[in-house]
């Protein structure tokens, strides 16, 4: 059973505009979210991150939401550019389980149109 | 300063025969897991060592698959019998320590064929 989800497999977005990639969970355990990227051939970096003790997280053009009673968290990226095409994985773990290890959702492909 | 690295970046095998995949952390790092990605999916956690021990191998699918890191550094998974099953994108990852906030960096992957 998937405990991250990600149900958009792709989003198609004009440059300049809001990107919105969601995701979902359902362990409730799961206190600390990731969001990484991916480009082709390449390893996921990570690009922002969110404690479940909070309910926003910004860094620039990405902003992180959490909303715990949901469990429900999303990235948003403005603007976007067409270097941000790419795939975007969220993330989550258990803070208190030794070693951190990531569960990921299935990813969603982003593509910012010049 | 130098990455993650993974050899070989693309290996094709037979069904049934053995395989070995190299990580190479980034230097100093204490903490590192492997993570098989499967064609459409996000990546699954396999095994994380901290330091030379195995801490966690809860993600390894069966016996078949082993892995090792005798001097805390560089780690090697071994594949046994190979299955078609198996082939994916294997990822190494490695972060300064097990703390939450101590991100992992993810090498390139090495991508098995198995045929």
């Known amino acids: 059973d998937q405990q991250v989800k990600q149900n958009s497999p792709s989003l198609s977005v004009q440059e300049g505009r809001i990107s919105i990639l969601n995701c979902d969970y359902t362990?409730?355990?799961?206190?600390?979210f990731l969001w990484y990227k991916k480009y082709p051939a390449e390893g996921p970096t990570f690009l922002i991150s969110?404690?479940?003790?909070?309910d926003k997280n910004e860094d620039g053009r990405f902003t992180v939401f959490l909303n715990k009673s949901a469990k429900h968290l999303s990235l948003h990226i403005v603007p976007s550019q067409p270097g941000d095409s790419a795939v975007y994985f969220c993330?989550?773990?258990?803070?208190?389980?030794?070693?951190?290890?990531?569960?990921f959702g299935g990813g969603t492909r982003l593509m910012v149109k010049p | 300063g130098a990455g993650v690295s993974q050899t070989p970046s693309n290996k094709v095998t037979e069904k049934g025969k053995y395989v070995e995949l190299r990580c190479d952390p980034i230097?100093?790092?204490?903490?590192l897991y492997w993570y098989r990605q499967s064609l459409g999916q996000g990546p699954e956690f396999l095994i994380y060592?901290?330091?030379?021990?195995?801490?966690?191998d809860s993600g390894l699918p069966n016996d078949r698959f082993f892995a090792v890191r005798p001097e805390g550094s560089v780690s090697t998974l071994k594949i046994q019998r190979t299955e078609r099953g198996d082939s994916a994108v294997y990822l190494c990852?490695?972060?300064?320590?097990?703390?939450?906030?101590?991100?992992?960096?993810f090498g390139p992957g090495t991508r098995l064929t198995v045929l």
């Open positions: 990852a490695s972060s300064a320590s097990q703390g939450v906030t101590d991100t992992q960096y």
């Open positions: 362990n409730s355990m799961f206190d600390y």
């Open positions: 969110i404690s479940s003790i909070k």
């Open positions: 993330a989550a773990m258990k803070s208190l389980n030794a070693g951190n290890m990531l569960t």
């Open positions: 230097s100093g790092h204490t903490a």
């Open positions: 060592f901290q330091g030379t021990g195995a801490a966690d």
